[in-house]
């Protein structure tokens, strides 16, 4: 079973940001496509971005670009998904991802192009 524990979930006002991180192994971060994704009650999971650190590849979706910020750090093995000026439909359970691909592109950020899931942390932007 692959290790990915997210955390950094928060009640938070609009406006304000949050860092969150996905502990994995050596693994996972150096040899593996990893993504963000969330998913708010009623609605399909999201991709939001996408780092493989192995091919130099990333890939953020356009409904990101601006305020959500990807990165990794392969001597703590740990992803971050920086969020800033969190509005209120930003509010959803956040799951970070190892993918099968080892690349990112906008064509391999689909849940199914991922196999295994943190058990996710869940971010409330409210006033």
């Given at each position: 079973?692959?290790?990915l524990?997210?955390s950094?979930g928060?009640?938070?006002?609009?406006?304000q940001?949050?860092?969150l991180?996905?502990?994995?192994?050596?693994?996972?971060l150096s040899?593996?496509?990893?993504?963000?994704f969330?998913?708010?009650?009623g609605?399909e999971r999201?991709?939001?971005?996408c780092?493989?650190?192995s091919?130099?590849s990333?890939?953020l979706?356009?409904?990101a670009?601006?305020r959500f910020?990807?990165?990794?750090?392969t001597?703590?093995?740990?992803l971050?998904?920086?969020?800033?000026?969190?509005?209120?439909?930003?509010t959803?359970?956040y799951?970070c991802?190892?993918?099968?691909?080892?690349?990112?592109?906008?064509?391999?950020?689909?849940?199914?192009d991922?196999?295994a899931w943190?058990?996710?942390t869940?971010?409330?932007?409210?006033?």
């Open positions: 079973q692959v290790p524990v997210e950094g928060d009640l938070v006002q609009p406006g940001s949050l860092n991180s996905c502990e994995s192994d050596p693994d996972t040899h593996h496509s990893v993504a963000w969330r998913q708010a009650p609605r999201e991709g939001i971005s780092l493989s650190i091919t130099g990333s890939y979706a356009d409904s670009k601006g910020f990807m990165s990794g750090d001597t703590k093995n740990t971050y998904l920086q969020i800033n000026n969190l509005r209120p439909e930003d959803a359970v799951y991802a190892r993918g099968f691909h080892r690349w990112c592109s906008s064509s391999t950020l689909q849940p199914s991922f196999g943190g058990p996710g869940q971010v409330t932007v409210s006033s």
